[in-house]
């Protein structure tokens, strides 16, 4: 479920968003999926390292993590494409609000 709900995020920020394109509902699926990944593997990973500089931006530069992780995505995706790193932002703000907003109407499983 989780990965319809990405999926259908990205095709959202795709008609939102200037700058991030998806070719098809089958590439924004596998771009959910691929986000879910990266989310969980890499992102971690980019939260350590540039831990200085979260706490330098007062959390902001979280914000800069999630659009290199959309980014990530994009790259290896084909048919999802960005045209540039405000895109990637943006594109990133606009997923994680929609996800927000579609798991809060999902019954929770426990």
């Not at 319809?4 to 699926?29: D, E, R, S, Y």
């Not at 706490?55 to 084909?78: E, H, Q, R, S, Y």
């Amino acid at each position: 479920m989780r990965l319809v709900l990405n999926g259908i995020a990205i095709v959202i920020a795709a008609w939102f968003v200037p700058g991030v394109h998806v070719t098809g509902f089958a590439p924004a699926l596998i771009a959910g999926a691929l986000l879910g990944f990266v989310n969980a593997i890499v992102r971690p990973l980019l939260l350590i390292l540039t831990f200085p500089f979260t706490l330098l931006t007062l959390g902001l530069f979280i914000f800069i993590v999630n659009a290199i992780c959309f980014g990530l995505t994009a790259a290896m995706v084909p048919g999802f494409n960005l045209d540039g790193f405000l895109a990637a932002f943006l594109g990133a703000l606009v997923v994680t609000i929609v996800s927000w907003l579609l798991s809060a109407f999902l019954p929770d499983k426990n």
